[in-house]
DNA sequence: GTCTATACGCCGATAGAC
DNA sequence: GTCTATCGGCGTATAGAC
């Protein structure tokens, strides 16, 4: 997924441990809890220096994972428009990929879905206004137009579908249940996509 | 609702103006962004040893604010409980406590639902595992017992519901949408009702 | 590009007079 | 119980040699 990256403009490994070690740590502990010292430890480099020498400042290696994250969600809701056509479809798909997310990168999912992010990052756009989210409103107004999906204010039926999506996966990522997000995924997929179809 | 307080045991104005701005802050900038001295301004005290004479330290100020809203909320609900027989009933009453809530107390609401409070009390137990959420799984094993509800995991049942109600909630307290909760109690309540009951 | 050393500001917390 | 003054430490960030 992130191999496009020609071998000329690799930002070295470096910087991407840097990055890995302090998602993980912004997810675990969150980001006033991570010192530089403990991002330093966990990427297995020296000193804050070398840190120092790939990132302007902590704030910027928390920037640069909130777009890489945002980026890389909304290539795959892209794809997953161009690949299917009704509402309910791209949904579908929208579903199966932030639940493969979550047990495959929790990581990255406790970072969109746990982590306050507006306050380490104030600058950075609300998450409903990032590309990827207003495609999906987009998505949502599609089904209303066409029928599929009841009638009502396209942000409140988000709010109703990716609700009962969006929960099911903090106790997940919380580990207020044990089982797999996959294991909930077609029960959870029927009740959110019932609670915003059209009957 | 507080004036269950006897004159003599009253701990002060100021402790209460202290805890007030706390909340107001921490819900506004975040625990981690709000320093001392801004609670002192806000609290409208001069210095920081007026607040250390109430407060063992910032972060117990945090504590009683976690301890004042979940008890309260443990008190509400045991309220509700007592005076409705059906689960349905029952969780109408805390939705109906949550939406008002979240227009008439919106800092208790943002500290509830936005906050990420075992960041900076991680001592503190999940919201999930405090009296007033095991009751109202408890209310939620009820309803399935007594047919009311459909037979799944109580605590997915718990994600499918609340998450509609407390997506919906986030809108308006976020202000991605701008009417009341109020606006939206009907509509979301049947929405969350509908996605938990037996046909 | 990595090292050592260090600056420095902020903020939580305390001492001690009154 | 409130004031002035101040400490100590942590964590971010930088300087400058190599």
Redesign the pocket.
């Known amino acids: 997924m992130d191999q496009e990256i020609e071998k000329t403009q690799t930002k ?1 490994e ?1 910087y991407d441990e840097i990055l890995l070690a302090a998602l993980k740590l912004f997810a675990e502990k969150g980001y006033f809890n ?4 403990d991002i330093v430890e966990a990427a297995e ?6 840190l ?2 790939h990132f302007k ?3 910027m290696i928390a920037t640069v994972l909130y777009e890489n994250i945002f980026d890389s969600l909304n290539v795959s809701v892209d794809d997953i428009r161009r690949k299917n056509q009704k509402s309910s479809d791209q949904l579908r798909g929208i579903v199966d990929l932030l639940f493969r997310l979550t047990d495959e990168a929790s990581y990255v999912m406790q970072f969109l879905l746990i982590l306050k992010i507006d306050e380490f990052l104030p600058e950075q756009k609300p998450v409903l206004e990032t590309a990827a989210f207003i495609k999906i409103i987009k998505i949502i107004q599609a089904g209303i137009n066409a029928g599929e999906i009841r009638n009502i204010d396209p942000k409140l039926c988000y709010a109703y579908f990716f609700g009962i999506i969006n929960s099911t996966l903090r106790l997940v990522l919380t580990g207020a249940v044990d089982k797999s997000a996959d294991t909930y995924l077609s029960s959870t997929w029927l009740t959110a996509w019932n609670a915003i179809a059209k009957k």
């Open positions: 070295s470096i991570t010192s530089l010292t480099i020296k000193t804050t220096s070398v120092y020498h400042n902590k704030q």
